[in-house]
């Protein structure tokens, strides 16, 4: 069965660190673009970020740049989203999310696999 598997989220202390992990079984990710989104109670659904398989750029959006860091696993099939300096509106349910494709960014639309989801909570 073709799914990514995500893993990582929990409750952390505004300024705190997080590592969220997302594995794909199924299929490899050598032909996609893969990152997160991310949607909050009431809120539309947002890109964070991603990373090309083809050439590892990375794009990150304005609210984490500097903050967050995605990168891929050594065995190619598993992507980090390393969150770090954490702040209350980081509060979101993130969505991994693959699409075939060479570069970023993700298109909500065109995305053929996503994630069940993982709760980030960031409250002191």
């Known amino acids: 069965q073709e799914q990514l598997v995500e893993s990582g989220g929990g409750l952390v202390q505004p300024g705190g660190s997080l590592r969220l992990s997302c594995a794909a079984s199924g299929f490899t990710l050598d032909y996609y673009v893969i990152g997160w989104f991310r949607q909050a109670p009431g809120k539309e659904r947002e890109r964070v970020s991603c990373?090309?398989?083809?050439?590892?750029?990375?794009q990150y959006a304005d609210s984490v740049k500097g903050r967050f860091t995605i990168s891929r696993g050594n065995a190619k099939n598993t992507v980090y989203l390393q969150m770090n300096s954490l702040k209350p509106e980081d509060t979101a349910v993130y969505h991994c999310?693959?699409?075939?494709?060479?570069?970023?960014?993700?298109?909500?639309?065109?995305?053929?696999?996503w994630g069940q989801g993982t709760q980030v909570t960031v409250s002191s």
């Open positions: 990373i090309s398989s083809k050439d590892g750029r990375t």
């Open positions: 999310a693959a699409e075939r494709s060479f570069t970023c960014p993700l298109v909500i639309n065109t995305v053929d696999y």
